[in-house]
Each structure stands twice: as structure tokens, then as C-alpha cells.
């Protein structure tokens, strides 16, 4: 990875989000159509995942992506004061970025949430989470050792 720029280790970060925030929101969705008592097949399942993945893709990579960056710059500074909770500052950055902005858009959306997958507790939860596995994702990435390998010292990292 060392010859990726930070940019280009945010974008497989953001593919990574994607790909599992969509899997968890679908996830949910289905469990509450089973919970109804409708019979989903895997291979249902597993075509819904990968249409919702692609479908999703350019919104929900768009506007988590927008929070991310937000929190990643964040965190970038915060890192300056306690740079051997790197890993941690990140992560935490990672989880409130997608925390406000689920909460932003119940807010613009008038207390409804538009990501269907993300209406329970559990599976605003596991939106959470996402970000959280990114956030550490992230910072896995852009460790000095690696941006120095890359040539990278200005960015995130």
C-alpha cells in the first residue's frame, strides 16, 4: 500500500464502508421482512445485497463519505496531542461520523430514517460499527511508516 497517497486509501476505505454499510442496512431489512414472516431464499438474500450495494453505492458513499472526511481531518489534529491512541482516535472518529450523520438525517428528514437499515437500535448499531471498522481501517492505512514508504507525509495520515 505504500505507493497509494492518502486519497487513494481513503477511497478503499470508502469502498469498504459501502460495501458493509449496505450489506448491514440490507440485513436489517431483511430480518424485518422475516420477522413479518416473509420467506427470503439465500439466493434472494444474496441478490438483494449485491443490487442494494450498487444501488446504494453513489448516495450512501457520497454523504457517509462526506462525514468521514469530516471526521478523519478531525482526528488527523486530535492524533497531534495523543499520537499513540492513533488507532483509537481514529476508530472513535470513524463510529461519530456515521452516529451524526444518521442523526443529521433524521433531522432533515423529519424524525424518519431514510436508510431503512438503520431504523432499530441494532441496526443503527451495526451502521456504527461500520464506521468504526473503517475508522481503524483507515488508520491501519495511513500509519506514518506506511505514508513515509508512499512519499505521503501531507493528508490525513
Not at 4 to 23: D, H, K, N, Q, Y
Amino acid at each position: 500500500m505504500a505507493f497509494l497517497p492518502t486519497a487513494g486509501r481513503f477511497i478503499i476505505t470508502l469502498a469498504v464502508l459501502v460495501i458493509l454499510g449496505s450489506f448491514a442496512s440490507t440485513h436489517f431489512v431483511l430480518l424485518g421482512l422475516t420477522d413479518l414472516g416473509v420467506e427470503i431464499s439465500a439466493g434472494d438474500r444474496l441478490s438483494m445485497i449485491l443490487q442494494d450495494i450498487v444501488g446504494i453505492a453513489p448516495a450512501y458513499g457520497a454523504i457517509f463519505g462526506a462525514g468521514l472526511l469530516i471526521a478523519f481531518i478531525a482526528a488527523r489534529y486530535v492524533t497531534k496531542l495523543a499520537p499513540s491512541q492513533r488507532k483509537l482516535v481514529f476508530l472513535v472518529a470513524g463510529g461519530t461520523a456515521m452516529a451524526v450523520t444518521l442523526a443529521a438525517f433524521r433531522l432533515a428528514f423529519d424524525g424518519i430514517m431514510p436508510i431503512s437499515g438503520a431504523r432499530t437500535t441494532p441496526g443503527f448499531i451495526a451502521q456504527i460499527a461500520v464506521g468504526v471498522i473503517c475508522g481503524y481501517l483507515f488508520a491501519h492505512l495511513t500509519t506514518p511508516a506506511r505514508a513515509k514508504a508512499g512519499n505521503d507525509t501531507k493528508g490525513m495520515a
